[in-house]
């Protein structure tokens, strides 16, 4: 890799936005032999699925079968560099090439329509630009597939009263496609920055070339580049539009299973008190047979047979009435303290 840069005098810059983690470039430089060098670095999510250009023999891909999301849709990092110099020498490295860039550069070479580009070498540009707005539409269209089973779980919550465990499930598969949007979101955003400052660039050379004669074709086919690259423009505007309302989708679905969930933990709550209420209820009712019961069980009376008449006797014991002479009070006391203790947290009011 390194003897590879040293032969092409990659520039310092374009190793250190590696180095740092750069999502979004796009850089020229020019040469003492009246060429340039230029490169642009493009991040985004890409699809496995997307990836795999052969089938199961069943005509189904697998590749991603019981993968969660940040398994199926990796971040992919992709960078090309162009250079061309006096003798129309063009070279275009690819870094990371997704499966669409490699495509249209397949079909690019199988065409043998090599007579443009050396006009004007940035139409490489433009064919990477075609393959990655072809991935990024593919994995934008996949999102909206990820989400339509999602929508349908929290419909089926909405209209079912039974109370559903997988909503927890489903507002976590909702957050990572919500990361996952917010990330494609913003390689559109940088899909178009590079396209626009292409078309500028575009602009300047056909302005600066329509008075040179010594390249006739040079202005058409900087004409015909600059269209390629708006038509690329609106297509990336039109799958951006598409990710906007597929996040406006997400939220909704997320803040409807949110109120599912919070109904479910609001009837979770009531039921404690009721609970909570049968609880003192049976007590109450048993309360008065466990006292006798602690009372008739202990030594405070003492029960006899009578045998002449065969029936008992029970009398108290001095402890009988020590009992209540100490329990009464007691009672009373802690009374007392627990409204006191109600009166000082209440700011004055027994609630």
């Keep these: 890799m390194v003897e590879l840069f040293h032969k092409f005098g990659i520039p310092h810059d374009f190793t250190a936005e590696r180095a740092r983690s750069t999502n979004h470039s796009l850089s020229r430089r020019s040469n003492d032999d009246d060429g340039f ?8 999510i890409s699809s496995l699925l997307g990836e795999t250009e052969d089938e199961t023999p069943n005509g189904k891909d697998d590749a991603t079968a019981g993968a969660s999301l940040p398994d199926k849709y990796p971040v992919q990092d992709t960078a090309f560099f162009l250079q061309a110099s006096r003798e129309t020498n063009v070279t275009l490295l690819c870094f990371g090439a997704g499966l669409g860039v490699r495509r249209r550069i397949k079909d690019l070479i199988k065409s043998r329509g090599w007579n443009d580009v050396g006009v004007n070498p940035e139409i490489l540009f433009d064919i990477a630009l075609e393959g990655l707005f072809e991935e990024v539409d593919d994995v934008a269209w996949r999102l909206e597939e990820e989400l339509a089973p999602l929508e349908q779980s929290v419909k089926q919550s909405t209209d079912s009263e ?3 465990s997988s909503l927890g499930e489903t507002l976590s598969e909702a957050y990572s496609l919500t990361r996952h949007t917010t990330e494609l979101s913003r390689a559109l955003e ?5 396209n626009e400052s292409l078309i500028m660039r575009i602009s300047a050379d056909i302005t600066s070339s329509s008075s040179n004669s010594n390249i006739p074709r040079r202005s058409l086919v900087n004409l015909q580049l600059k269209e ?7 297509l990336f505007r039109s799958t951006q539009l598409r990710v906007s309302a597929l996040q406006r989708r997400i939220e909704a679905v997320i803040a409807l299973a949110s109120h599912l969930v919070s109904q479910q933990q609001s009837a979770a709550v009531i039921q404690g008190p009721v609970s909570m209420k049968l609880i ?6 048993f309360l008065p047979t466990i006292t006798v019961a602690t009372i008739a069980g202990s030594r405070l ?51």
């Design 37 to 44: 060098s230029s490169w642009f670095r493009f991040s985004c």
């Design 162 to 164: 039974a109370v559903n």
């Design 190 to 194: 940088s899909a178009l920055m590079i």
């Design 228 to 234: 390629c690259l708006e038509y690329r423009q609106t």
């Design 280 to 285: 003192a209820a049976s007590i109450l009712i």
């Design 301 to 351: 009376l003492l029960s006899e047979q009578r045998d002449e008449e065969g029936s008992w006797e029970v009398s108290a014991t001095p402890l009988f009435y020590l009992l209540w002479y100490i329990s009464i009070p007691l009672t009373l006391a802690v009374v007392l303290l627990s409204f006191g203790w109600l009166w000082v947290i209440g700011g004055g009011y027994l609630s």
